[in-house]
């Protein structure tokens, strides 16, 4: 009886301080409304605010980098793509800011820089074309959210407008096709689809629970998903607070809007059902087989299903049914089939001005977009910052605040707490539109430092991490861009945008590993396999060796920033592999074709491909003596595995 008295009181203590906060965690740096700072100096912000604390600490900026470095550099970071040796040496010959600015312009409005920011935002919200878990099914219509983010990004949508139609696409206008795309976002995530008697409540708990999680991951940059269980144990977060925000999404649901007429429906059905039927009866008829006979009904199997039509073209989207509503309850534990008390929806307490306001019914129209509305609202203290830190990640490798995902107690804090407000206001001001910060940020002297300077004797004993940017961090290639840099330097790189995935070759040894062999079917035109890696299929239980081994994402969740790792795998791969090898003797090819045959002028020309520069003397002399002795795909081999050609400068 005492225990249980006592388990009473502390629910009930629980209960009551949901609704309230310490002055400590309101004090929180990330909950603190944005400060609106002036840069300290003149000349271009980013500048101004860097080079303040360098001084602060008497620490020298590092010179700017050699024109041909910063092409490279440029290139490879705003398209994931090297830049073509004439480019590089057309910038070397006139390396001015007017030059640079202009370069800079021509390469935000590419469709490439388009197609290199979805990728990294695809990692950040967990986008992938299969459900993962036992069965990891193919989506075949969720590539066209791959697609709305691409034109996105091309378009400079502003990022708040982007934020609100991939929460409530669907909300705000039903009848458009984009929004109801955008929408999918809702559906990105794993799902589990077991076989036998898998509990319906169960299921879309989890469902409930990764859209809520990403909310707090992506756009808020917090880990709301630690409170699902208890109160959050590090920041302000309350359990309840968790199922308030799940709350917002009560009334979603899946739906799939065809995109053919009811005709060719039931004529697809038609077809489906008799295929399924001709399975069925086969596998049936399996039962008891051995030997050939069981090989030659395996084969007869594989007929059918093949026979067996795919599924129509349709919108991967939600929708709303409040009358389907799913009552949310603050969860023992998590666990689904142990409910406390229902909630209705609501935001993070801890940024209400009134904490105690009442919750809004789970059968409230439109709940995703008052969702967008308070995450996209320009006083929000986490949105704009969480976002002007993904940019800055973006273009330097590391963050102001090192962990991109976390802004609470346990993330870091902000090396330049003072830029990165002024940065997220600016990005506000600006109507959240991201090429005016890139720009700022390509244009600044702190962008274009050089990154092979030693320490001086004061940086190395104040900052030898280089936490404050006295120099440019040398960063390899992450996996894409290794994979469509080979492409391009082979000269093979197929720029056709858009449309389904591509699947390229497996390893046979790895097939077995499939669910059924039938989840990868292989696109056979090799035109369509030399497309960028942002069109492969991206199957959450099966990733191509060539970029699992140089850290692709994993999409069981969301990827706010890539590792990089380095171990002999890697290297064995770029030597091993099928696509290196092919790749070098398309490149080998290429060089034989345009140096004519010569083989110093073919060291040159592929020095100036793979690197973005001429070979030195000494690389010229070993380059031609190899030739001499060895294929010039060795050569090209080689020079896939070079630190100048897997390193941004």
């Not at 388990?7 to 002055?23: G, K, Q």
């Not at 050699?66 to 490279?72: K, N, S």
């Not at 940024?351 to 009442?358: E, K, M, N, V, W």
């Not at 090898?581 to 592929?606: F, Q, Y």
């Amino acid at each position: 009886m005492q225990r249980w008295i006592w388990a009473c009181l502390t629910f009930a203590a629980i209960a009551l301080a949901a609704d309230t906060y310490t002055e400590a965690e309101h004090r929180h740096w990330a909950f603190q409304p944005r400060r609106d700072v002036s840069p300290p100096a003149s000349g271009n912000p980013v500048d101004a605010f860097i080079r303040a604390r360098l001084k602060e600490k008497g620490i020298a900026p590092a010179p700017r980098a050699d024109a041909r470095t910063l092409v490279r550099r440029l290139h490879l970071d705003v398209t994931g793509l090297p830049p073509s040796p004439e480019v590089i040496e057309s910038f070397a010959k006139n390396p001015t800011p007017a030059a640079w600015q202009k370069l800079v312009d021509q390469l935000l409005t590419s469709r490439a820089y388009a197609e290199r920011q979805a990728q990294q935002w695809l990692d950040v919200i967990r986008y992938a074309e299969t459900d993962g878990f036992e069965y990891d099914t193919y989506r075949p219509d969720a590539w066209r959210f791959r697609d709305y983010v691409i034109d996105s990004f091309l378009r400079d949508k502003p990022f708040d407008q982007f934020i609100r139609e991939q929460l409530a696409g669907d909300e705000i206008d039903s009848t458009k096709q984009d929004l109801l795309i955008a929408a999918g976002f809702q559906r990105l995530g794993p799902l589990r689809k077991n076989a036998g008697n898998q509990e319906v409540a169960s299921s879309r708990n989890e469902v409930l629970t990764e859209m809520t999680n990403i909310v707090g991951a992506a756009f808020l940059g917090v880990t709301v998903g630690c409170a699902r269980c208890h109160d959050h144990k590090f920041d302000a977060i309350r359990q309840k607070d968790y199922y308030r925000m799940q709350a917002f999404f009560a009334s979603t649901h899946e739906h799939d809007v065809p995109l053919t007429s009811a005709e060719e429906q039931a004529a697809w059905k038609a077809k489906k059902d008799a295929a399924d039927a001709e399975v069925k009866k086969i596998q049936t008829n399996m039962k008891g087989l051995t030997g050939p006979a069981l090989d030659a009904k395996k084969q007869e199997l594989d007929a059918a299903e093949a026979r067996v039509p795919d599924p129509l073209p349709a919108l991967y989207s939600v929708a709303d049914n409040t009358e389907k509503a799913t009552p949310i309850h603050v969860l023992a534990r998590g666990e689904w089939e142990r409910k406390g008390d229902e909630v209705g929806m609501r935001t993070l307490g801890v940024l209400l001005a009134d904490p105690s306001q009442p919750d809004l019914p789970v059968t409230t129209a439109s709940p995703r977009t008052r969702l967008a509305d308070w995450i996209t609202d320009p006083a929000n203290p986490l949105t704009a910052r969480v976002l002007a830190n993904r940019l800055w990640l973006w273009h330097f490798g590391r963050g102001i605040v090192v962990t991109p995902n976390d802004f609470g107690r346990m993330g870091s804090r902000p090396t330049h707490p003072e830029l990165l407000d002024y940065l997220a206001n600016e990005l506000v001001r600006g109507g959240w539109h991201l090429k005016p910060i890139h720009r700022m940020i390509l244009l600044s002297e702190t962008y274009q430092q050089a990154s092979d300077v030693p320490p001086s004797a004061k940086a190395a004993e104040e900052d030898p991490g280089n936490k404050l940017w006295w120099r440019t961090d040398r960063r390899r290639l992450d996996a894409e861009q290794i994979r469509d840099s080979m492409l391009a330097v082979a000269g093979v790189l197929n720029p056709k945008a858009g449309g389904p995935p591509v699947t390229v070759p497996l390893d046979p040894g790895l097939i077995p590993l499939l669910y059924t062999p039938k989840q990868w079917k292989v696109t056979e035109d090799l035109a369509e396999q030399n497309r960028r890696s942002i069109y492969l299929l991206v199957k959450r239980n099966m990733h191509l060796p060539m970029l699992e081994v140089f850290d692709q994402a994993d999409r069981a969740g969301s990827c706010p920033r890539r590792e990089s790792s380095t171990h002999a795998p890697q290297a064995l791969e770029l030597l091993n592999g099928d696509l290196s090898n092919r790749l070098a003797r398309d490149l080998a090819a290429r060089l034989d074709r345009e140096a004519g045959g010569n083989s110093a002028a073919m060291v040159d020309r592929a020095f100036r491909l793979a690197a973005g520069r001429p070979p030195s003397s000494a690389e010229l002399r070993l380059g031609v003596d190899f030739l001499k002795t060895q294929p010039a795909r060795e050569f090209a081999l080689a020079l896939f595995n070079l630190n100048s050609f897997l390193y941004v400068p």
